[in-house]
């Protein structure tokens, strides 16, 4: 078997390192270590063992070519401007790594088809006829949305949940084309312990699907082509969860703040994009709309509202139910599900698994049996 240079090089990313963050803890220099990715050379079997302990990934995933191959068209990423290139590549990365183990379970259980309208992108797009659009082709009328991330599951997005280890990465999506399809895989941080805030999140990354997925390069944007896409995404959200009828219907005294308290009881939808709403439909004008967001942060509720700390955020569950119908059904037991993978040329620890697929721990770890847990042995002392 040969050394797999590309597996290095993900493995590095993955636990966010540049090559100069990993030459500091191995014995060799940067430019041995851009060798073995590239693969113009083999690490020996001493340095081999330093990668597989500083990365903690096994000795053979480094040794394993991919059975699947899949290519990354886009990830669009919901960040702040100044978070960081390393930072952006380390979560490419575990998307991309969610995306394998989609395809793994896929052989095993009956995944949602994906189910998305095709739009005329020739003309000018109105966002608020493309989700209404969405809307009618999903079956939905223009009532809330009580679950956004299991209406995303249900027409056959991958969804996932991370903690980015960065405030300034809140979410991003994903696209992938395997054979003449695509895959859209929305990750979610976890940063926000908000219901609300993560349907808003999950909302724009929708819009990224629809509205930009035929984008040929986001990375070739200019900033000002970025913003706009993010704007559009906005829109996308605040229109996709707010259809303009119903909820213009509903404000009925749209100078008033504590009035979208009771609203955000209805559409689960947080006051500050309801009043966004609410100028975007032309039911308040521009200065009552700077008051209201005045009054927003006076009561500090920019970050937190209230009900926020009440509702419960709403995990992706198809990773989940996948898991859990292979273990009823005798299917696969956690360790059998392990060994598959690794046969599948993606062997990783058991925990990467559990954490990329917002798994509860020790949902693939088999549990001792009672008559196992009476046998306790150590290791003989002088």
């Given amino acids: 078997m040969n050394f797999n240079g590309d597996r290095l090089k993900i493995a590095r990313i993955y636990r966010n390192m540049t090559i100069s963050d990993l030459e500091k803890k191995i014995s060799v220099t940067k430019q041995a270590i851009s ?114 991330v299991g209406l995303l599951e249900k027409n056959g997005i991958i969804v996932s949940s991370l903690a980015t280890d960065t405030t300034k990465i809140s979410a991003f999506t994903q696209v992938h084309k395997i054979n003449d399809h695509h895959q859209f895989c929305v990750v979610l941080g976890n940063d926000k312990r908000s219901m609300v805030r993560r349907n808003f999140d999950a909302a724009h990354e929708l819009g990224h699907i629809i509205l930009h997925s035929k984008l040929i390069n986001i990375k070739e944007l200019s900033k000002e082509e970025f913003k706009k896409m993010e704007v559009e995404a906005n829109q996308f959200a605040t229109s996709f969860l707010l259809p303009k009828n119903n909820f213009f219907a509903d404000l009925v005294n749209p100078t008033n703040l504590e009035a979208y308290l ?106 001792r049996s009672e008559k196992d847990k009476g046998l306790i042995l150590s290791i003989k002392s002088d």
């Fill in 35 to 148: 060798q073995y990715e590239k693969g113009t050379i083999s690490p020996k079997s001493e340095v081999l063992f330093q990668l597989v302990f500083v990365l903690r990934f096994p000795l053979d995933f480094f040794y394993e070519v991919d059975k699947r191959t899949t290519k990354i068209e886009n990830t669009f990423f919901r960040s702040l401007s100044s978070a960081k290139t390393l930072d952006l590549n380390t979560q490419e990365v575990k998307a991309e790594i969610i995306v394998r183990l989609y395809n793994f379970l896929n052989d095993y259980v009956n995944f949602p088809k994906l189910k998305l309208p095709a739009i005329d992108y020739k003309n000018v797009i109105d966002i608020e006829d493309v989700t209404l659009t969405l809307r009618g082709f999903w079956g939905l009328n223009n009532d809330p949305i009580e679950n956004i």
């Fill in 262 to 367: 009771n609203l955000k009881k209805k559409w689960k939808v947080s006051v500050s994009a309801m009043v966004v709403r609410a100028k975007q439909l032309g039911r308040i004008n521009s200065l009552q709309y700077q008051n209201l967001m005045k009054l927003i942060s006076y009561k500090k509720w920019v970050k937190v509202e209230p009900y926020d700390d009440v509702w419960q955020i709403q995990p992706p569950q198809l990773f989940r139910k996948a898991i859990k119908i292979l273990k009823e059904s005798n299917v696969l037991t956690g360790q059998q599900l392990m060994t598959e993978l690794s046969k599948y040329k993606f062997t990783i620890n058991v925990d990467e698994v559990e954490v990329l697929l917002d798994l509860e721990p020790g949902t693939l770890v088999e549990k």
